[in-house]
């Protein structure tokens, strides 16, 4: 079939018409068959004229087809004609590794406390935590004094890593954060149960200052109460990018997610000894994991028009539910919190962003 269409399209290029005798010009056929030129002297109704000739052209010689005097314009086969999809299209998009490294700040929400030890057995309402700051790091003058690391700064108050993964949108994440956060000064709350073997139900100092070498029954002398020494948070979870913007300047991208996970650490508990002023009852947990929940997370970000790298700012709100040691006994209550985390993006991995072969001969 193909040889027959190819002699008898042959045949009617050969043998300019009767009625006029003006020499029919070459026919480009090859820009006709790509995108039809009104000015050509030829109309064809393409019912698959087409493609039957860009499959042959490369097959059948041009002196067989075109008058003696006739040029043919020298153009890329018919697999070139018709443009392919880039390689990235054909395959589909690939998995994309990036990492996340911040600095972050992070407010403690108030919660009820309930301690459990031979000595507290009591329920504090409305307990405050409040965040580690330690913002001296920040100023040369402290890095100045003695024994002092001014890359200590990196890990003060907190910071948060996170590995993702990502194809067509949709991303896959470990995250690692940091929080620092400890028993506020200067509370004073409702307080119910005993404390050594005295009942009460009162509002009173969480941590009773010192008014000299007095004592009142059921005071409460909690002097810490901190989880700051490799406290960690570690989750997983999966979120949605969408490009808000994108130009030569570079792509602003948008990123909800949702995560759950685990609480770890080891806290550190201490209060002033029945009847004393001066001496402690103290514990510092073993590391251990400390209670489960998760978070949900909002992530904007600017990109450099490659994506090599970035920058980005974070909000993340989350709750655990905890359960830890508290001098020898235990304390549990829900920790809420809400973190602000500003810093670098960094491309990993990104296979599509390789050079496809060039199609130029």
């Not at 698959?48 to 020298?74: D, M, Q, Y």
């Not at 059921?218 to 997983?236: D, L």
């Not at 000894?273 to 909002?298: A, S």
Request: with cysteine.
């Amino acid at each position: 079939m193909l040889h027959l269409l190819a002699s008898l399209l042959a045949a009617l290029l050969a043998f300019p018409s009767l009625a006029d005798p003006t020499p029919t010009p070459a026919l480009d056929l090859d820009s006709i068959c790509r995108e039809p030129v009104p000015s050509q002297p030829l109309i064809i109704i393409d019912d698959g004229f087409c493609e039957v000739w860009l499959e042959t052209r490369a097959k059948i010689s041009a002196e067989n087809l075109l008058p003696a005097n006739g040029k043919l314009k020298a153009v890329p086969a018919c697999a070139e004609a018709i443009p392919s999809p880039s390689p990235a299209k054909a395959s589909g998009d690939k998995w994309k590794v990036r990492l996340y490294a911040s600095h972050s700040s992070t407010t403690y929400f108030n919660s009820d406390l309930k301690i459990d030890s031979s000595r507290y057995q009591v329920s504090i309402q409305d307990y405050e935590w409040a965040e580690r700051t330690s913002r001296e790091f920040f100023l040369p003058e402290t890095w100045r004094k003695e024994g002092n690391n001014p890359f200590q700064m990196i890990d003060e108050p907190t910071n948060t890593f996170t590995v993702s993964i990502e194809k067509n949108g949709t991303e896959f994440f470990l995250s690692a954060f940091h929080p620092k956060y400890l028993q506020k000064d200067g509370q004073i709350k409702h307080m119910t149960g005993t404390i050594d073997g005295v009942a009460i139900d009162r509002m009173q100092a969480v941590n009773t200052p010192f008014y000299g070498y007095v004592h009142t029954p059921g005071e409460s002398k909690i002097v810490q109460n901190r989880c700051t020494h490799r406290q960690m948070e570690f989750t997983v979870g999966a979120g949605k990018r969408f490009t808000l913007a994108s130009g030569k300047a570079g792509s602003l991208v948008y990123t909800p997610s949702i995560a759950t996970g685990v609480m770890a650490g080891g806290c550190v508990t201490q209060a002033v000894k029945k009847g004393e002023w001066w001496e402690y009852d103290g514990n510092t947990d073993r590391m251990q994991v400390q209670g489960f929940g998760g978070n949900v997370t909002n992530r904007l970000e600017f990109n450099s028009p490659n994506e090599r790298f970035g920058l980005f700012y974070e909000n993340k709100l989350g709750l655990y539910h905890m359960k830890h040691g508290f001098l020898d006994g235990t304390q549990e209550y829900n920790l809420g919190f809400m973190g602000n985390s500003v810093g670098m993006k960094f491309m990993i991995y990104n296979p599509n962003r390789r050079r496809a072969p060039s199609s130029e001969p």
